[in-house]
């Protein structure tokens, strides 16, 4: 049985996964020329980069199988499904038509502010398939979607109906989840995948697949296990409480994990593959700890989260609620605003902070405006606010 009080922190979770998308793609002038190169460069927000990254998709994912197996048992498959239509696959097509042409326009601008006028004349772009843009998360959610229903009619109502392959499931989830070393298990399905991709950039780690609408392997190994660990956590949510109780154990790893990553492949990227010319036990060990560290942080915010963020909260539900139309509606706005300021003569400790503010201040204020008490409201969060009841909403 599922408590009310465990959805507050897992809310909260979520919420955070998508609000520090925000933060990490605000850092990428700073230390990347996308979507310009800020005259200010920082080792510092490339660090806050590459620890956000190693985690954040990941987290999400598992939140979104833990929620999606709940509705799926609440409302019934053909619910389920219309839910997810208008809720995840309507936004993506259309965020993909509106902000596509955006973000080119924009990335374009910095170049040419970066790198003069000439910027990129006389090479010629790799055909990478189509531009996912920072929705590529809502295509593999449906391709989640799609594939897990298919796959548990196949289970549960064809091969296993006397439910001894769901009992398997449920035990293996419990031991992994009981297990201090369940985060290395976890790992290394996606440790061998990226561990045998020849041209695997590891400072970026879990390669981003925006671009092409063939399912990446690494995506599918590191998101998809998340998304199915999430599905089947909800069948036993009395784990989260195992979880909890060692959060801030799993954090304290997860640190020391990631400085072992960092002092390998240092504190930026480098234009070169790394592990080319190291020692050989260099990449084995980077690949290990670094898919280790995913899921000793994934599991370490879960179980903090649950211990410091069970009680209702006015601000984390009012977040919950606009955080999706937040991450949707940022990307051109903080380009937009990186590309503004990158030529500035201030240090990025102004120049950064400053970028967050402001655009998180506008999509705040556009949330709680033309979003929360609209039908787009109802579309994307399943619920519209009416204005003169703003205040007296939980």
């Not at 219309?82 to 596509?100: A, E, Y």
């Not at 010629?124 to 594939?147: I, K, N, Q, R, S």
């Amino acid at each position: 049985m599922i408590h009310e009080y465990r959805l507050h922190a897992l809310d909260a979770v979520r919420a955070s996964a998508l609000l520090l998308g925000i933060v990490l793609h605000a850092t990428m002038s700073f230390f990347l020329p996308i979507p310009a190169m800020d005259v200010s460069q920082s080792s510092t927000l490339a660090v806050l980069f590459y620890v956000i990254h190693m985690f954040r998709m990941s987290l999400f994912f598992l939140i979104a199988g833990f929620f999606a197996h709940m509705v799926f048992h609440r409302r019934g498959a053909r619910a389920f499904m219309h839910d997810r239509f208008k809720r995840i696959t309507l936004p993506m097509l259309i965020g993909w038509v509106i902000v596509s042409p955006l973000l080119g326009v924009i990335v374009i601008w910095g170049l040419i502010r970066t790198f003069g006028a000439d910027a990129g004349a006389g090479t010629e772009a790799p055909d990478m398939g189509l531009p996912l843009t920072h929705l590529w998360f809502l295509y593999y959610l449906c391709l989640f979607y799609v594939g897990f229903l298919t796959l548990r009619f196949l289970l549960v109502d064809v091969l296993d109906k006397s439910g001894v392959l769901k009992r398997a499931a449920d035990k293996l989830v419990s031991l992994l989840l009981s297990s201090v070393f369940g985060p290395l298990v976890l790992g290394l399905p996606l440790a061998l995948v990226l561990y045998n991709s020849p041209l695997w950039h590891g400072w970026f780690g879990l390669p981003t697949p925006d671009y092409g609408l063939m399912p990446q392997l690494p995506a599918i190994a590191g998101y998809g296990l998340a998304f199915m660990l999430g599905w089947l956590l909800h069948r036993q949510s009395e784990l989260l409480s195992t979880i909890s109780s060692r959060g801030v154990f799993y954090l304290a790893v997860a640190l020391i994990l990631t400085g072992l990553c960092l002092s390998l492949v240092g504190l930026v990227p480098s234009m070169e593959l790394p592990f080319a010319d190291a020692a050989s036990w260099q990449k084995p060990v980077y690949v290990l700890s670094y898919t280790m560290a995913i899921w000793f942080w994934v599991l370490g915010i879960i179980g903090t989260a649950i211990r410091f963020l069970s009680a209702p909260s006015v601000v984390w539900r009012y977040l919950a609620d606009a955080s999706y139309w937040m991450y949707l509606a940022h990307l051109p706005l903080v380009f937009f605003l990186q590309v503004v300021v990158a030529q500035w003569p201030l240090h990025w400790v102004i120049k950064f902070p400053m970028i967050l503010l402001v655009a998180t201040s506008l999509l705040l204020l556009s949330y709680h405006t033309l979003v929360r008490p609209t039908r787009l409201g109802r579309w994307l969060n399943g619920k519209s606010v009416p204005r003169q009841t703003w205040a007296s909403q939980p």
